[in-house]
């Protein structure tokens, strides 16, 4: 195990995030390294801070919790990420811990108290619950099927997105800057502008963050 290790956080409450970073931060072999009120940079964040361990809420602004956590879990496995939340409705949960990865879900009611331990469970490769979660992720495995057809919804293309602008939108969703994806798909860098005002049209969004974000809801992209 190492000496210490980097924890960022991503909560849009100030006052929430004030009290879990001044918690943190009193443990010695916790290092804070940022704590953020929204996780629209939440790449960036990583290539620069090199965090160990991500506490992420659900609902925040621009980018919600889950798609910022789908989106690290896809490039870095290794981080790894708990779900702070006020939420225990079963999609969310699904969505979190089955299909997303997530390493812990706890309820923001039950964590302050055991927050140390909980990080170090994470830390030694186990996941960590609030009970009430437990018992749901539980059911999930118990009775599949009931829960299955009633939280999925086939995901189709129905934003109409031509072959290569679901080439731009997928290479997007893996960090690529505008230079990368027009080298990756021998385009030049106007016509991958082009592609991407197209994009952002039929998604309704105005940034590049927001059609990721988009793009992993809705399974648009692998």
């Known amino acids: 195990m190492k000496d210490t290790y980097n924890v960022v956080v991503y909560e849009d409450d100030l006052k929430y995030r004030q009290s879990l970073t001044g918690v943190i931060s009193g443990f010695p072999n916790l290092l804070l390294v940022g704590a953020f009120g929204d ?11 090199k965090p160990d361990i991500l506490m992420i809420d659900i609902e925040m602004p621009y980018m919600n919790g889950i798609d910022g956590m789908t989106l690290i879990k896809s490039k870095y496995p290794h981080i790894k990420i708990i779900i702070l939340t006020h939420f225990d409705d079963d999609e969310k949960i699904f ?3 089955v299909r997303g990865g997530a390493d812990g879900y706890l309820l923001k009611n039950s964590i302050h108290d055991s927050i140390y331990n909980n990080i170090l469970n994470v830390i030694e490769g186990g996941s960590v619950m609030s009970p009430y979660i437990a018992k749901r992720v539980l059911n999930f ?3 599949p099927k009931s829960f299955l057809d009633r939280l999925s919804k086939k995901k189709s293309n129905s934003y109409k997105l031509t072959k290569s602008e679901q080439k731009v939108l997928e290479v997007l969703s893996q960090g690529y800057s505008y230079k990368m994806i027009a080298s990756e798909m021998n ?3 106007n ?3 082009n592609h991407l005002k197209k994009i952002y049209l039929k998604l ?3 940034s590049a963050p927001e059609a990721v974000s988009i793009a992993i809801r809705e399974s648009l992209v692998n």
């Open 141 to 143: 495995f118990y009775e």
């Open 187 to 189: 385009l030049s860098v």
């Open 39 to 49: 996780c629209l940079e939440i790449l960036n964040h990583v290539n620069l801070l």
């Open 95 to 97: 969505n979190a811990v």
């Open 191 to 193: 016509t991958v502008k």
């Open 204 to 206: 309704q969004v105005n």
